[in-house]
């Protein structure tokens, strides 16, 4: 079973026990966070989300908050032949997928169009 969620503008592929860094989370060490569920898949039947799956859930622990390569960059004035090297990291949470639900066979019935 997998789940396609979104959270800070980014959309991730998860499974149950997965492990994944997403944007920093308003969220305490420990503590539960649920996501926006977009797709959801048992292996036989999909439910698609429009655009969120009615009734999903995908639940998280949030076990650590990590940050991501450091990237430099430099400000250069030609005139002044003058330069300024800064550097940045990005913080993330370090999530791990507890539960997945929220497939239903009575919901999952394919949709058919009569054909013109």
């Known amino acids: 079973m997998y789940a ?3 959270t800070g503008g980014k959309q991730y592929k998860v499974a149950l ?4 860094d997403v944007e920093l989370l308003e969220a305490d060490l420990g ?18 989300g429009v655009p969120l799956v009615a009734g999903a859930s995908v639940i998280g622990e949030v076990i650590d908050w990590v940050a991501g390569p450091k ?3 430099v400000k250069y004035k ?3 032949r003058d ?3 800064f550097g940045h990291r990005q913080k993330y949470s370090r999530v791990k997928i507890t ?7 009575e919901s999952n019935q ?7």
């Not at 026990?17 to 994944?20: A, E, K, N, S, V």
């Not at 503590?31 to 698609?48: K, P, R, T």
């Not at 539960?99 to 066979?105: D, E, K, N, R, Y």
Request: positive net charge.
């Open 78 to 80: 030609p005139s002044h």
């Open 31 to 48: 503590s539960e966070v649920q996501f926006e569920v977009l797709f959801v898949s048992d292996g036989e039947s999909q439910q698609v």
């Open 110 to 116: 394919r949709r058919t169009h009569a054909k013109v």
């Open 83 to 85: 330069y300024r090297k």
């Open 4 to 6: 396609i969620i979104k």
């Open 17 to 20: 026990g997965d492990f994944i």
């Open 99 to 105: 539960s997945i639900s929220g497939v239903h066979a």
């Open 71 to 73: 990237v430099t960059s």
